[in-house]
Nanobody, 123 residues
């Protein structure tokens, strides 16, 4: 069973950048599709980005396309989310998630979750 720990959140001004990391322990993430989701207060968990277990396919949510970039380093068992041109609407708790093999964009399809990291973007 994979365990996930996010880091890299914080407070940033509008237009700034942050890079989130998600370190996995247990089985290697190379066999897992990895996803990033976020949840703002009072809102449902929202899809941000996900990649297939082969790394050949990466999908992004419409609200972050062109600004966020997901990557992974299987040797370090870590996935990243580079967030540029941040906006106040990006403020949320960001979660890393994993599921075996196939990529999904719906959060309920992911059985493994990290504890989340807070990202706050000030205007």
């Amino acid at each position: 069973q994979v365990q996930l720990v996010e880091s890299g959140g914080g407070l940033v001004q509008s237009g700034g950048s942050l890079r989130l990391s998600c370190a996995a322990s247990g089985p290697t993430v190379s066999a897992y599709a990895m996803g990033w989701f976020r949840q703002a207060p009072g809102k449902e968990r929202e899809f941000v980005a996900a990649d297939s277990w082969t790394g050949s396919q990466i999908l992004y949510g419409d609200s972050v396309k062109g600004r966020f970039t997901m990557s992974r380093d299987d040797a370090k068992n870590t996935v990243y989310l580079q967030m540029n041109s941040l906006k106040p609407d990006d403020t949320a708790v960001y979660y890393c998630a994993a599921r075996l093999l196939e990529l999904r964009t719906y959060f309920r399809d992911y059985p493994y979750w990290g504890q989340g990291t807070q990202v706050t973007v000030s205007s």
